[in-house]
C-alpha cells in the first residue's frame, strides 16, 4: 500500500483498471490514516529568534553523531543541545566565509556541509571549518543546492551543474548528463537530490542516480516550477497554472495528476501517519491537533531524531520540535460545564464526575458528556466535594449545603446539619459517612450526627482530606496537622512530631501499606512502621506542592501540584527510606505534555482519581486533565555529554582533553551539556574536579561549573548526567586540569630556595660553631694561661716565701734561741726572758704558718716527691687536720702529666677535699687515682650528707665556685667532670682524662 494518499482524484489520461484499484486503496487508506490521526495529539516547541535563534528562516536540520542538532541560518550556522543555542559565524569562527547559508547535509562519519548564499561550500570536520569554493571545482563558487546518498557520499548542484566530491583529490568534479540540454534546479523538500525539465522530459538526480521519464502529453509543453520528491520517493511536480502532478518511479512508472489542494501523508518512526496538504509552489502543510486546538505547520525540512522526535524547519517562523502528547485535557470547549475543575469522582457504575468551580458539576460516561447546574437541583455552582455511599447514593458538597444525586436530578439534604460547607466526603467501610468541613469534623450514621472539634482531640478545625487506612483508622488532614481516629480517640500528627509541614492535603495508603502524605508546601511524607521519611526539592522532589498523590500500578507515585504534574519512581523513594540512595529523580509533565493550564487545584476531596481504566484524572484551572500511564514511554538509553568551552578569568581558552592554566589566572568556568531532545530542560547534571572537591557537586539542570580559585596542582573534572527518566550517564565525560605554580611557588624553585636557606644555615650554624669553638678554646686558653700564670705566681710567692721570708724568720728564731742559751741567766733579767721565749715561740708559729701557707701556694711535695706523692701527702694532712679517716689509693701518673698540669690535677684532688671537709660532715672519704690505658680516672667519694635534693649536680658550672674552679681545671686536662650525689648518701666527685 503505498505511502502517499490522494483525497481527491482528478481526471487521468488511461482509466484502468490497476489505476483505479490503486486510487480507491490510497482514497481508503488516508480515510483511516485521518482517524488514527484524531486520536493523537501532539504537543510542540517552536523556537525563534527570541530564544535565541539568529534567524527565524531556518534551511535544513540535521544532527550529528555527537547528537547535536545543526540548523544553516541566513545570518550563521546554529548547533543546538535542545536548550540553548550556539551560533558559528564569520566573525567568530574560523574557516567561515560567508553567514548566509542556505542548506546542509549530512557526510561520511558525521562530517558536514554547508552551502553558502555566493561563497561556496562550507565543510565541518574534525571539529574545524573550511570553506571550498572554486579552486576545489565549484563552478563560479555558486552552490544552489546539495544532497547525499544513503553512503554518505557528496553531491551539489552548482551554476548549472552538478557536481561530486572527489575525497581522493579533494575537489569537486562534473557529473552532469551531457545529453538533457536543460539546466538542473533542487527538489525544494529536504535536499531530496535535483531536477530538470524538457518539453518532453523529466530528468531526476535521486540519491546519486540519474533517471529521466518521457512526460504525458498533459503535462508536456508546459513548463515545470517546482519538484519535491516526498518520503517514499515519489515526485510531486508542479506545471505553471498550479497544475500537480505525482510521478511513482517504478518498473513502470506513472503519472497521476491530482488538484491543486492535494493531500500526503507522512510516516514517522513511530508509526503514526502525518496529514500534510501540498499547497501552491508545493508548500507543505501538516496538520495536527495539540492540546485541543488545531494546529498547522509549513515546514521546508522534516526531520526525526535518534530519539524519534520530530522536527520541523519553517521559512519564517522558526523552528518547531513536536512530540506524542501523554495528556489529554477536558475543558468548556470539549463541553465540560467550566474550565475551573476542583473535585473529581468515579461512582461505581465507571462514571466520572467533575465538580466545577463556578457553574456545577460535569458527567463523563461512556464518551459523552452530561452538565448539571442549579437548574437541575443543585443547591450551588460551587461544588467542593464527592463520594458515595454503601447503598450507591452519590453524595455532592457545594456551598449550598448537601445534596444526592438521584434519577437525573440532585436533592438537597437537610440532614446531617454542616457547620459549613463539605471540602471532604467519605463514607467508611461500616457505613458512616464522615464530612469534613472548616469548622470541625462531623460523622452520620443512622440519622444520628456528631460533631468534632480541637475540643475532641483534632489539631484543627479546617479539615481537607480524609482517609481510611488498610487498619480501619481513620485519617483527618488540614490545615494544622493529621488526626488518626483509633478506638474513638484522636492522635495528633504535627510538625512537632516530624511532619515538614501542617498543611495536609491529600492521603494515600499503598498496596504495601506504606502511607503517603502530601503538603500544600512542605513536598512529600512517607509513613510506615513509624518511620518517617520527607521528600522536597531539595533531594529531587519537582515541587513542594502535593495536591494529590496517584499510583498508576506501573511503580510510579504522580503527584500534583501549582506547577503541573509530576511523577516519582515509588522504588526510589523506598531506597531514599531505606539508605540505599540520597536523591530521586521526578519526571514533570507540562503544556506541550497536552495540560492547557499549569496550575493543578487541591484542597477539595477528590483532587484527583485513578479510573477503573487505569487512567489518571487531575483537576485544573483550565479543565481536567487525564493521563493513560500506559502509554509513557521511559527513556532508558543515557544521554551522550559533552564538555562544550572553557572561560579562564572571562576568556574563552582552546579545549583540549588535557588543559594546562598558566600561573595568575584565578576564575576557571566550564560549559558542558547532555544531549536527550525529550523534555531537555529537565535533564540533571552533576560534576566534580577530583582533587579538589571532596564530593559530586549537584547541578541540577545548570550547565556551567565555575570555580573562582583553583590552586596549582593537577586535577580531572569529570560531569555526568541523567535523561529526563533519570537514567544516568555515569562515564559522562572528563579531562584532565593542570594548574601551574608561578615561579615562586615551583617545585624547583621551591627547592632552590630550600637549599639555599638550608646552605645558609648550615653555613651560618658552621659558623657559629666554629666561633663557639673558637671563643671556648679562647677561654679555655685564656683559663690555662690564667691558671698557669696564677700557678707561677704562687710558686714564685712561695718560693718568695720560703726562701726569703722563711730564713729571716728561722734566723729570728735562732738568734732568740741563742741569746736564751749563750745569755747568763743569772744575770738576765725575768722580763727579757720571758720576751726572747715570746720572740722564739712566735717565730716558730710564724714559720709554720708561712710554711702552710707557702704550701698551700705550691705544694713543695709536688716538685720533690711527683704527683702521686703529693697526693698521698695531701690526703695524709687533711685526714689529720680533719679528723676524717681518708683512704688515699694512687697509681703513678708522674709520667703522665707535663708539669703545667699535674698541679692541675692536684688542685682538683685538693679542691675536692676541701669542699668534703668544709661541707660534707663525713667520717670517711677515698681518693682513688687509677691509670688505665688511654686514661686516668679519678675518683673522690665520701659518704657525707650529699648535697641538697633539687641541686643540679651534673652541671658542675652551676654547683659553686669550688666545682667550678675543678670543672675549668678539668677541662685545661681536657676531661669531663661529673658529680653524684643523693640527699644523705654521700657525693661522688668522678673524672676521666684521656691521654696518649
Request: some cysteine; hydrophobic content about 40%.
Amino acid at each position: 500500500m503505498p505511502r502517499i494518499a490522494i483525497d481527491r482524484v482528478g481526471a487521468l489520461l488511461t482509466a484502468d483498471i490497476t489505476r483505479r484499484i490503486l486510487l480507491f486503496c490510497a482514497c481508503v487508506f488516508g480515510l483511516l490514516s485521518s482517524v488514527a490521526s484524531a486520536q493523537t495529539q501532539y504537543g510542540y516547541t517552536n523556537w525563534t529568534v527570541d530564544d535565541g535563534l539568529p534567524q527565524n528562516s531556518i534551511r535544513g536540520i540535521t544532527q550529528t553523531p555527537d547528537g547535536y542538532i545543526w540548523i544553516p541560518t541566513f545570518d550563521g550556522l546554529v548547533r543546538f543541545d535542545g536548550v540553548r543555542f550556539a551560533s558559528f559565524n564569520r566573525s567568530n569562527t574560523k574557516g567561515i566565509e560567508s553567514n548566509r547559508f542556505s542548506g546542509i547535509v549530512q557526510g561520511k562519519n558525521g562530517e558536514l556541509w554547508i552551502a553558502t548564499d555566493g561563497a561556496g561550500l562550507t565543510r565541518y570536520h574534525d571539529g574545524s571549518f573550511e570553506t571550498y569554493g572554486q579552486e576545489q571545482g565549484i563552478e563560479n563558487g555558486t552552490v544552489r543546492g546539495l544532497t547525499v546518498d544513503l553512503t554518505g557520499h557528496l553531491w551539489i548542484l552548482s551554476a548549472d551543474r552538478i557536481e561530486r566530491w572527489d575525497n581522493t583529490n579533494n575537489r569537486f568534479t562534473d557529473v552532469t548528463p551531457s545529453h538533457t540540454g536543460s539546466i538542473f534546479n533542487p527538489f525544494i523538500w529536504d535536499d531530496a537530490g535535483f531536477w530538470a525539465s524538457s518539453h518532453t522530459k523529466l530528468y531526476c538526480f535521486l540519491r546519486g542516480h540519474f533517471s529521466s521519464y518521457d512526460l504525458p502529453h498533459w503535462l508536456g509543453g508546459r513548463a515545470i516550477f517546482y519538484a519535491a520528491s516526498d518520503q517514499k520517493g515519489d515526485i510531486w511536480l508542479e506545471a505553471e497554472g498550479g497544475q500537480k502532478a505525482i510521478l511513482l518511479p517504478g518498473p513502470s512508472p506513472k503519472f497521476l495528476q491530482v488538484d491543486r489542494d492535494a493531500t500526503a501523508h507522512y510516516i514517522d518512526q513511530h508509526g503514526h501517519v502525518w496529514k500534510v496538504r501540498v499547497g501552491p509552489r508545493l508548500t507543505r502543510h501538516f496538520d495536527f491537533i495539540s492540546s485541543n486546538h488545531a494546529i498547522e505547520i509549513s515546514p521546508t525540512h522534516v526531520f526525526e531524531d535518534r530519539e524519534q522526535t520530530l522536527w520541523l524547519a519553517t521559512e519564517g517562523k522558526g523552528l518547531y520540535q513536536l512530540q506524542p502528547q501523554i495528556i489529554r485535557t477536558y475543558s468548556r470547549e470539549e463541553g465540560l460545564v467550566d474550565d475551573d475543575v476542583y473535585p473529581v469522582f468515579q461512582d461505581r457504575s465507571g462514571a466520572v464526575w467533575v465538580g466545577a468551580w463556578h457553574i456545577g458539576v460535569s458527567r463523563f460516561d461512556k464518551g459523552k458528556i452530561a452538565n448539571y447546574t442549579v437548574r437541575d437541583g443543585l443547591p450551588n455552582e460551587l461544588v467542593t466535594a464527592i463520594a458515595q455511599d454503601r447503598s450507591g447514593r452519590l453524595w455532592f458538597g457545594s456551598h449550598g449545603g448537601l445534596s444526592i444525586f438521584d434519577h437525573g436530578r440532585f436533592r438537597k439534604i437537610e440532614n446531617p446539619k454542616l457547620p459549613w460547607v463539605a471540602q471532604a466526603i467519605l463514607a467508611d467501610r461500616a457505613g458512616t459517612l464522615w464530612f469534613g468541613t472548616v469548622n470541625g469534623l462531623v460523622s452520620y450514621k443512622d440519622g444520628l450526627t456528631r460533631l468534632f472539634t480541637v475540643r475532641d482531640g483534632l489539631p484543627t478545625n479546617d479539615i481537607h482530606v480524609l482517609m481510611q487506612s488498610q487498619s480501619g483508622d481513620l485519617w483527618i488532614g488540614g490545615y494544622g496537622g493529621i488526626a488518626i481516629l483509633h478506638d474513638g480517640r484522636f492522635t495528633q500528627w504535627t510538625e512537632k512530631n516530624g511532619l515538614p509541614s501542617n498543611n495536609i492535603w491529600s492521603l494515600y495508603q499503598d498496596a504495601d501499606g506504606v502511607i503517603w502524605i502530601g503538603t500544600y508546601d512542605g513536598g512529600l511524607v512517607r509513613f510506615q512502621d513509624g518511620k518517617i521519611t520527607s521528600f522536597d526539592v531539595a533531594n529531587g522532589l519537582y515541587s513542594h506542592g502535593v495536591y494529590q498523590i496517584l499510583d498508576d500500578n506501573h511503580g510510579y507515585l504522580w503527584m500534583s501540584c501549582s506547577r503541573g504534574i509530576y511523577r516519582v519512581s515509588k522504588n526510589e523513594l523506598n531506597e531514599v527510606a531505606s539508605g540505599k540512595r540520597h536523591t530521586i529523580t521526578s519526571i514533570a509533565f507540562g503544556k506541550t505534555d497536552g495540560l492547557l493550564d499549569l496550575v493543578c487545584n487541591g484542597g477539595l476531596q477528590p483532587a484527583g482519581i485513578r479510573s477503573s481504566d487505569g487512567k489518571l484524572w487531575f483537576p485544573t484551572q483550565d479543565g481536567v486533565a487525564t493521563v493513560d500511564p500506559g502509554s509513557v514511554s521511559v527513556d532508558n538509553q543515557p544521554p551522550p555529554v559533552l564538555i562544550e568551552s572553557v572561560t579562564l578569568d572571562r576568556s574563552p581558552m582552546a579545549f583540549t582533553p588535557s588543559l594546562t592554566i598558566p600561573p595568575g589566572k584565578r576564575s576557571l568556568q566550564i560549559e558542558y551539556t547532555a544531549l536527550s531532545f525529550k523534555a531537555p530542560e529537565q535533564l540533571h547534571f552533576r560534576y566534580q574536579m577530583e582533587g579538589l572537591d571532596t564530593s559530586w557537586i549537584d547541578a541540577g539542570a545548570r550547565r556551567t561549573a565555575y570555580y573562582s580559585d583553583v590552586p596549582p596542582g593537577k586535577y580531572v573534572f569529570k560531569v555526568i548526567a541523567a535523561n529526563a527518566d533519570g537514567v544516568w550517564n555515569h562515564q559522562g565525560q572528563e579531562f584532565i586540569v593542570t594548574v601551574l605554580a608561578p615561579l615562586y611557588r615551583r617545585w624547583w624553585f621551591l627547592t632552590m630556595i630550600a637549599t639555599v636557606f638550608a646552605v645558609t644555615i648550615i653555613g651560618f650554624s658552621h659558623y657559629r660553631v666554629v666561633q663557639h669553638r673558637r671563643a671556648r678554646e679562647a677561654q679555655h686558653a685564656f683559663s690555662q694561661q690564667l691558671i698557669a700564670s696564677q700557678e707561677g705566681e704562687r710558686k714564685r710567692i712561695a718560693a718568695d716565701l720560703h726562701d726569703s721570708l722563711g730564713q729571716r724568720l728561722v734566723v729570728i728564731n735562732n738568734l732568740a734561741l741563742f741569746s736564751l742559751k749563750t745569755d747568763d741567766r743569772a744575770t738576765m733579767s725575768g722580763a727579757w726572758k720571758e720576751t726572747a721565749s715570746e720572740i722564739s715561740t712566735e717565730a716558730v708559729n710564724a714559720i709554720a704558718e708561712m710554711r702552710s701557707v707557702s704550701y698551700n701556694l705550691r705544694p713543695y711535695h709536688l716538685d720533690r716527691l711527683g704527683l702521686a706523692k703529693a697526693i698521698e701527702g695531701l690526703a695524709e694532712a687533711v685526714a689529720r687536720a680533719s679528723g676524717i679517716e681518708i683512704l688515699a689509693i694512687v697509681d703513678d701518673v708522674d709520667e703522665v702529666f707535663t708539669e703545667e698540669l699535674r698541679i692541675n690535677f692536684y688542685r682538683i684532688v685538693q679542691e675536692g677535699l676541701q669542699n668534703i671537709v668544709k661541707h660534707a660532715h663525713a667520717t670517711e672519704a677515698t681518693v682513688r687515682v687509677e691509670h688505665r690505658r688511654d686514661r686516668v680516672v679519678l675518683t673522690i667519694q665520701d659518704n657525707g650528707q650529699g648535697l641538697p635534693s633539687g641541686s643540679r649536680i651534673n652541671d658542675s658550672a652551676r654547683g659553686g665556685f669550688g666545682l667550678t674552679g675543678m670543672a675549668e681545671r678539668a677541662a685545661l686536662l681536657r676531661g669531663v667532670l661529673k658529680v653524684h650525689s643523693e640527699s644523705g648518701h654521700g657525693t661522688i666527685v668522678h673524672m676521666e682524662i684521656p691521654v696518649r
